[in-house]
């Protein structure tokens, strides 16, 4: 196992790869492994900038997705791709989808993709996403990209995956609108119109400046950055230095005042709870959440401690009465 530790943060892409299936695996064999890998992991972070994409079927994630890609493996960037790919419910295999439109960048050695089928999946993120980002971190890559199934609750739980949340929307997208009334703006950084092309272009426009509009009702705190829009065409690689630029401003703004850590501390929370509250439930099921003792292993975890793993028995055991 610290062989492969040592081989993922060489970068070496056949031990990525090996890592994330054992990370993706049910059996209870692998799982300790992977734990082990992941807690020895976590011990060398890298600099990665997670960026999650969301939207509806269709709009354009994955073509987005290669496009960008593109564009910043260009600048010389190491991109990673986690993406669940919802077409191999039927096929069976993910290989034959999401990679065969992604192709263009899976030839770049500075890429690794993984395309996961959506079978088996946790709310429109695979099992194990959490910690194949985790991986990828190490292994010294700039930007890990996950796309998701844009469906309610899973957007959530993409959100509290990444340092950067993109909604992607389509021309005349009425519908989706909506859900900036519902809240979605909590968790969206920036909304990407895609399709500013063709016969869609001034539809594209019209909806991006709906956006704005939409948006200004709600960015009211003045210490706030305001949610980006902006307009792109994934076939015709237009917009894609905006988004960048909007990518920086999101980073360099959450850094200057401390969001971006404190964003990452509160997914840990998140994803500690999640972790707690699974295990209790599996073992009890009744009960759950027990804030303080979280609060208290997050902020043990951040010191060094103590481990991601150890920290959630921690929880479990004193829960139980063990301790
Ligand atoms: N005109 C136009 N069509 C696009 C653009 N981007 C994507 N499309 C088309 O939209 C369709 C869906 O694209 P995908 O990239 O598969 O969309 P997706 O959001 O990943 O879809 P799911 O993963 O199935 O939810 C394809 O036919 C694309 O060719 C764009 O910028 N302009
Ligand atoms: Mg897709």
Redesign the pocket.
Known sequence: MINLRDRIIAGERAAIAKAITLVESSREEDINHSHELISALIKSPGHAIRVGFS??????????IESFGSHIVNKNFKLGVLAI???SNFTGGSILG?KT?MSEISKNENTFIRSTPSRGSLGGIAVGTREAAIILDAAGYDYIFI?T??VGQSEITAANLVDIFTL?VGPGSGDELQGIKKGITEYADIFIV?????D?ASQASRTASDYKSALSFYNKDNNELETQVVL?????NKGMDEVLNSFNKIVEFNKSNNRFESRRENQLAYWLEEEVRNKILLQLSKENGIPGLIENEVQRIISGETGFYSASKTIIDTFLGKK
């Open positions: 939207g509806p079927p269709g709009v354009g994630k994955s073509t987005f790919d919802p077409s999401d439109r796309e199934v844009g992607i895609n399709k500013n092309d063709g869609l792109v065409s994934s076939i015709e």
